[in-house]
């Protein structure tokens, strides 16, 4: 197509239509990225079939709220259960193997740390995860509830990084700072967390 | 909600080893109350889960009375005393095994009641009480177990006129109807253990259940302290007792009593820090013979403020594999869900975690209700992705 041809449809009324479908596909789009939360990372080497139990570590936690670690492993490791894709061992049996193992740091334990680990308790991998920003979030008078997460998923024979997403949920948004009401509850807020996590490993 | 189990027809009630003057009824308060022809019972001291100071000797005293009113011989106050100070027993939580065998044979009772207060505020009366009787017995099999929790301002009704303000008038209403739940369920006539209603609105947020666990068969189930890192004391005590309770008002399940299970715990020095292992759960098994154990944490539990709030994790484990075979991760209010006028609204939070823990059971074996996570995501799995494993969740 010539600069001239397209000089001259561009006052047609199909240009114009074509041009305004472009320009809301191009908005849809920028809305879409500015909507998307966190970074992903897979390993497109590793064979996620092969993975069929994980180990849920707890979470290192850096907010304010002293349970956040364990309630987002909680929720974190019954919802990637649910999902039937893998099993995840009992919390305790976790924190056995751990304490049998040695590690010193259960929340960013070593690659030899995470065989030796994987291979007392029978998993395939490891998750380990950081709780970033948990609770209530202020900005002049709205409040709002956010968590934020990181999680990563370590190969059981290696000690490799094969899977790693971060997600952020919650915050104070328009109707909030127009019309208050503090947001949506916390634990509805970790949910959809979780569930943002486990989508991005199970894709 | 179905019966778990037939109905053990009460004992006879022995005349008794400890004569005429124990066989009366006594209360510590309140004179003596008429003397019932029931089965002859012991009231252990209450225990409080309550989370707050409570006058414990005088709501034993009535609910004793309460008891001898519904027709069931109460072995006096100091005869029992004497009976737990003989064999030393301090927690009154739970019935040992051998204790449950020599108050049968010292006592001559047919079962032991064990009473908890799970919640207590005179002020604006608010009281909640789970009751269970156990068998006087080696097995220590738990006979009937119910519980209430009420508010007085749970039903104001028209005008107010259904608000009870004297906490005095909702003991009565309290032990009452579950000294008549008792006496009814000794004397075969009603359920085993009271079952709470269930609400759709209280249903847990996140859960899964295993293939493995089957509808049609009988299990043993025993239920470990809970982990609780909730504020108020005794949490994890309290989820436990709501759990067990309407796990033996659900169809398949039988419960092992409590106290048999702490006797093996401390027995063979189970310490469950980070919550219990396979270890742990073989260990339990070898001993008390469950197919099942349920353990969980406990993060908020708590009636403090206007409304309730329940936050909780509970995960039950097959003995045999150590697999887990079903997880409930819940979150509720007790002003979830409300109907017009604010109608429906829980006002303690024994009750809340009671309807939640009856909704998570009901949907046990409904398999419609456990779908797994991916099918609910916006996008399907991409080709090569992982699957649902085989025999995992339905």
């Known amino acids: ?41 897979q390993d497109a080497q590793m064979d996620f079939g092969s993975v069929k139990t994980v180990a849920v570590l707890p979470f290192a936690n850096l ?18 259960l649910a999902t039937g894709a893998v099993y995840v061992l009992p919390a305790g049996e976790v924190a056995r193997a751990l304490g049998k193992a040695g590690v010193a740091n259960a929340a960013a334990p ?75 509850p916390l634990n509805d807020v970790t949910e959809a967390a979780v569930d943002d996590l486990v989508s991005k490993l199970l894709k | 909600m179905a019966r778990p189990q037939s109905p053990q027809p009460p004992q006879s009630s022995a005349s008794g080893a400890l004569g005429p003057a124990a066989a009366g009824s006594r209360v510590a308060a309140g004179g003596a109350p008429p003397l019932g022809a029931g089965p002859r019972i012991a009231l252990f001291p209450l225990e409080n889960l309550a989370g ?62 064990l009473a908890a207060l799970e919640g207590y505020a005179p002020d604006a009366p608010r009281l909640a009480l789970t009751m269970r009787a156990v068998g006087a017995r080696e097995e220590a099999p738990i006979l009937w177990i119910d519980g209430l929790s009420r508010a007085g301002d749970e039903s104001p009704g028209f005008l107010g006129l259904g608000l009870v303000r004297s906490p005095v008038v909702l003991q009565e209403q309290i032990f009452s109807r579950l000294s008549g739940s008792l006496a009814a369920a000794l004397a075969g006539k009603g359920p085993l253990a009271g079952a709470c209603e269930g609400a759709g609105r209280f249903r847990p947020k996140v859960r899964y259940r295993s293939a493995l666990l089957s509808p049609g068969r009988n299990y043993s189930v025993a239920v470990v302290p809970f982990r609780s890192f ?22 398949g399940f039988r419960v092992i009593e409590p106290g048999v299970v702490r006797e093996v715990i401390l027995k063979h020095r189970i310490v469950m820090e980070g919550g219990v292992s396979l270890d742990q759960v073989r260990t339990l098994v070898g001993a008390l013979g469950a197919d099942l154990v349920i353990a969980g944490d406990v993060f908020e539990l708590d009636d403090a403020g206007s409304v309730p709030v329940v936050s909780f994790t509970a995960s039950m484990l097959d003995a045999r594999t150590g697999d887990i075979v079903w997880q409930a991760s819940a979150y509720a209010r007790g002003d979830e869900g409300l109907r017009l006028f604010g109608t429906g609204i829980v006002r303690t939070a024994p009750a809340l975690a009671c309807r939640v823990l009856r909704t998570s059971l009901d949907e046990l074996f409904d398999l419609k209700a456990f779908e797994p996570i991916e099918r609910r995501a916006s996008e399907p799995a991409k080709k090569g992705g992982w699957k649902p494993r085989e025999g995992g969740a339905e």
């Open chain 1, 63 to 80: 907010s304010r709220d002293n349970l956040a670690g364990e309630r987002v492993r909680d929720t974190f490791a019954n919802a990637l």
């Open chain 2, 52 to 113: 707050t100071a409570a006058p414990l000797r005088e709501l034993r005293g009535a609910l004793e009375a309460s008891l001898a009113r519904a027709g069931l011989r109460v072995v006096a106050a100091e005869t029992l005393d004497a009976f737990l100070t003989k064999h030393r027993v301090r927690y009154t939580g739970g019935v040992e095994s051998g204790i449950a065998k020599s108050a049968g044979e010292e006592l001559g009772v047919s079962a032991i009641v």
């Open chain 2, 230 to 251: 909730a504020k108020r004391r005794n949490a994890g005590d309290l989820l436990a007792l709501e759990l067990l309770r309407q796990q033996a008002a659900t169809q």
């Open chain 1, 1 to 41: 197509m010539s600069i001239a041809r397209v000089l001259v449809d561009r006052p047609s009324r199909w240009g114009l239509a074509a041009a305004a479908t472009r320009g809301a596909g191009l908005l849809v789009v920028l809305l879409a990225l500015a909507c998307a939360s966190g970074h992903r990372y």
């Open chain 1, 110 to 184: 070593s690659s030899e740390e995470i065989v030796k680990l994987c291979q007392a308790v029978k998993a395939d991998a490891v998750i380990t995860a950081v709780v970033k920003e948990y609770g209530e979030l202020r900005s002049g008078t709205a409040t709002g509830n956010v968590a934020s997460v990181s999680a990563q998923m370590l190969e059981g024979t290696t000690g490799k990084v094969v899977w790693a997403a971060s997600t952020t949920k919650g915050g104070i948004g328009l109707s909030d700072r127009l019309l208050g009401g503090g947001g949506a």
